[in-house]
């Protein structure tokens, strides 16, 4: 059984910095593909960024592409996501989530397990 623990997140003003962490336990990390989605409140999940098993290849939304940056330590079992520039529509809860396979992905459905998500909020 796969577990996914986020940390990280909280309130920041618009223009600052916050880093999430995201370890798994479980199975094999370092073989698969993990990604970042994010909820806004009234709207759905969206696709925030993504990093292939052995983090060669990362792939980002267009409204986080220059901001925010992916990587992993496959010898920690875990995954980042360091967020620059933060704007106020950035806010939302974040998940990490662990996909079945090795290449970046972008739909959901190619996750199989989620974290519990953390909470950022960045003020005006």
């Known amino acids: 059984q796969v577990q996914l623990v986020e940390s990280g997140g909280g309130l920041v003003q618009a223009g600052g910095s916050l880093r999430l962490s995201c370890a798994a336990s479980?199975?094999?990390?370092?073989?698969?593909?993990m990604g970042w989605f994010r909820q806004a409140p009234g709207k759905e999940r969206e696709f925030v960024a993504t990093?292939?098993?052995?983090?060669?290849?990362?792939y980002y939304a267009d409204s986080v592409k220059g901001r925010f940056t992916i990587s992993r330590d496959n010898a920690k079992n875990t995954v980042y996501l360091q967020m620059n520039s933060l704007k106020p529509e950035d806010t939302a809860v974040y998940y990490c989530?662990?996909?079945?396979?090795?290449?970046?992905?972008?739909?959901?459905?190619?996750?199989?397990?989620w974290g519990q998500g953390t909470q950022v909020t960045v003020s005006s």
């Open positions: 479980g199975r094999s990390f370092s073989s698969v593909a």
């Open positions: 989530a662990q996909s079945r396979y090795t290449s970046t992905r972008l739909r959901e459905s190619d996750y199989d397990y």
């Open positions: 990093i292939s098993y052995r983090g060669g290849t990362t």
